[in-house]
């Protein structure tokens, strides 16, 4: 598959949950979260203007519980965070429960 002028392997494995990275339009930075269903969420951000409908959005899929899901949430929010500021880097479950 071809994104832009980049060739991207794309792995069909069925699983429509996990971490999510899109550009959230409202806060001008990276977004990074976790859902039970990329569909219904990312639906819901750009319902709430966070996002364009066809934005891109780097999905990571994540087999399990939601709290594994939001295990690798701070995970990447961690990477990217030290990196550049995050629209919701303070709000993570997954953060609070490792630095309460």
């Known amino acids: 598959m071809i994104a832009g002028n980049t060739p991207v392997l794309v792995h069909n494995c069925g699983n429509d949950q996990g971490v999510y990275i899109l550009q959230d339009k409202k806060a001008g930075l990276p977004y990074v979260g976790q859902a039970a269903s990329f569909q219904d969420r990312l639906g819901k951000h750009a319902r709430r203007g966070r996002r364009d409908p066809d934005g891109h959005v780097i999905c990571i899929n994540v087999w399990g519980s939601q709290a594994k899901r ?13 990196k550049e500021k995050l ?13 309460p």
């Open 70 to 82: 939001e295990a690798v949430e701070a995970d990447v929010i961690e990477l990217l965070g030290g």
């Open 87 to 99: 629209a919701n880097e303070v709000n993570s479950p997954g953060l609070k429960r490792r630095f």
